[in-house]
């Protein structure tokens, strides 16, 4: 009896010993769970919550009056003429920043792979703006476009005589933040090219050289093809960034003048912290997340996850 | 024109073309920099000053307010707890999801992915009210568990990636000798990808330091971060040109060094590993 006893508990310790030397093909529960469970409880709780929320009418003003709405905030976002024209402002401003910064990547990346003197150099300073603080990126860029002394508005003055304002002007606000994403990152999209056309096969080229291809055609019908997972690389990223930018902003415009600026982050944002509608705010980031989730799950997947 | 003429001309145009490229880059930077040196007259000069005599001024005005080296400390804490906690918790995840058949794996690795590409406004919202009513406003804590939500996911899919590409034979080789697979990790693994650990530790440490939204709604006075404290300077007398350029050279300076420092694996953690 007592040799079973032993025997058993022997054969538990080296069952354990197993599993925590990672020897067991169980193991990868010790290593995967705690992390699994921390990232599972700090993302659940706070969409729980939110759901929860948005079936409220509630503001932070007069917490005491929170009154169950059921479905009517999704049904007011939706209807919300300012959420459309925050979402037509985000779309703007993805749809013309993403196709700047494709291009004139494209065309970075491919002088990138010539011969360049001080290629070293080169890399290190067009890196330089994708790792700078956000928070400052737009300080200086506000300093740059400052009417009264800002350089920009110096020289455009100097040059033309005319005055110029581009955050002031509802017309012109958006524009002046698309200058300063396409500064920040079109190193950042050139550099996935660029990565990208290092690694294309040289046997295609050299056999269409023979054929006396142009260099547009080898581009167009021979580049272009072969670059696409990269393209579809920088696409996704920079889309996800795009979508849910708002630092620069609230530096830079907050959203002004009137709501030429303001991106749906920045509507959900207003309506959280400044109108302290709690609730709506909820629904609000619920149909962003519909939307981010959608996306992810389609476009991610594809470009991701190669043969997984 | 020869060809050999017409190659030279098209090498010019390419090295005009990048280096004004690279001029743009870098000419806003230099402008911080340069009205950081200068004093009140030559900030505010237009056109700019170019020759002038720098002052050191205004990083006297930063380094002597008590707020903004306080929000340097917090920056830091935050930061480097964040990603010694997402590293902690990260390796052995990466490891079991490199290393081992963990079911669902492909859905486990998009389920990641989608928390870290979730609109900092949706976490800040839910979790503003929770920290409001369960008073962890403005507590160091609160901050790196939201901040831990972005980097776990980014840490664990970039780990994933080096851990991939250490050949499993070199696992099973020091295995045959007698190590246990823990110990096979720490001798054969560790080494090899310590470059790669330290370019997730340090891009997570970017992440952190550059944030801002979460940092502006979920800190207080106490606990507020650079990103948030740079705002101070600006006051109901004006913006202070010059102080916020310093400012913003210390906040700018520890990411764009270390930055410059991994640019090997820039693009790689900035995509996830989906460019090697």
């Known amino acids: 009896m007592q040799n079973i006893k032993n025997k058993n508990a022997s054969e538990w310790r080296r069952k354990l010993v197993r599993f925590v030397t990672l020897e067991d093909s169980k193991s990868w529960k010790l290593l ?6 921390i990232l599972l409880l700090l993302t659940m709780v706070p969409t729980v919550y939110a759901l929860w929320l948005s079936l409220y009418s509630y503001n932070l003003a007069k917490a005491n009056r929170r009154e169950f709405v059921f479905l009517k905030n999704f049904a007011d976002v939706l209807t919300d003429s300012r959420f459309w024209g925050a979402f037509s402002v985000t779309a703007k401003f993805t749809i013309c920043s993403l196709l700047i910064e494709l291009v004139l990547g494209m065309l970075i990346a491919h002088c990138l792979t010539k011969k360049i003197y001080g290629k070293e150099l080169v890399q290190i300073i067009i890196i330089l703006p994708m790792i700078m603080t956000p928070v400052v990126v737009g300080l200086i860029w506000k300093m740059f476009y400052d009417a009264e002394f800002g350089i920009i508005s110096y020289y455009f003055q100097a040059l033309t005589g005319g005055s110029l304002n581009i955050l002031g002007n509802s017309s012109t606000s958006l524009l002046g933040l698309i200058i300063v994403d396409v500064w920040e990152w079109t190193p950042y999209v050139a550099l996935i090219l660029l990565a990208g056309m290092q690694a294309l096969p040289a046997e295609p080229y050299e056999a269409v050289q023979v054929d006396g291809a142009t260099g547009f055609q080898t581009f167009r019908y021979l580049t272009l093809p072969l670059l696409k997972p990269s393209i579809s690389v920088a696409v996704m990223f920079r889309f996800m960034d795009l979508f849910k930018w708002m630092d620069t ?7 002004g003048p009137g709501t030429s600026t303001e991106t749906l982050s920045y509507y959900a944002y207003m309506n959280n912290f400044k109108f302290l509608e709690v609730g709506y705010a909820a629904a609000m980031c619920l149909v962003m997340l519909v939307v981010v989730l959608i996306i992810c799950n389609t476009i991610g997947k594809k470009v991701l996850l190669k043969g997984e | 024109m020869g060809l050999k003429a017409k190659r030279r001309l098209t090498t010019t145009i390419t090295n005009i073309f990048i280096w004004c490229c690279a001029f743009v880059c870098a000419y806003p930077i230099w402008w911080m920099i340069s009205t950081a040196f200068k004093d009140r007259v030559d900030a505010f000069a237009v056109p700019p ?23 340097y400390k917090n920056s830091l804490i935050i930061s480097i707890s964040t990603c010694l906690l997402a590293l902690l918790l990260g390796i052995p995840m990466a490891y079991a999801l490199a290393r081992f058949k963990v079911p669902n794996k492909s859905k486990t690795m998009m389920w990641l992915l989608s928390t870290k590409m979730a609109p900092a406004i949706l976490i800040a919202v839910p979790y503003y009210i929770i920290y409001q009513k369960i008073g962890m406003t403005g507590t160091y804590i609160g901050m790196i568990m939201v901040y831990l939500i972005f980097n776990l996911a980014f840490t664990v899919w970039m780990l994933k990636g080096f851990i991939e590409s250490v050949p499993g034979e070199l696992n099973e080789a020091a295995r045959v000798e007698g190590a246990s697979r823990l110990k096979a990790f720490f001798k054969v693994e560790v080494p090899l990808m310590k470059g790669g650990i330290a370019a997730t530790a340090i891009l997570c440490f970017i992440t952190v330091w550059n944030e801002f939204l979460l940092a502006l709604v979920l800190t207080s006075s106490r606990t507020q971060t650079t990103p948030v404290a740079i705002q101070n300077f600006i006051s109901f007398e004006g913006i202070r040109w010059g102080e916020i350029a310093a400012a913003g050279v210390l906040v700018a300076a520890p990411a764009v060094i270390l930055g410059v420092a991994v640019r090997k694996y820039l693009i790689t953690g900035l995509t996830m590993g989906a460019v090697k």
Request: a positive charge; zero cysteines; aromatic letters at 22%.
């Open chain 2, 49 to 71: 000053t170019y020759l002038f005599t720098p002052k050191t001024d205004n990083f006297a005005a930063v380094l002597s307010s008590g707020n903004f080296m306080s929000a």
């Open chain 1, 32 to 37: 995967f769970y705690p992390g699994r469970w």
């Open chain 1, 249 to 255: 902003i609230y530096i830079m415009t907050g959203g």
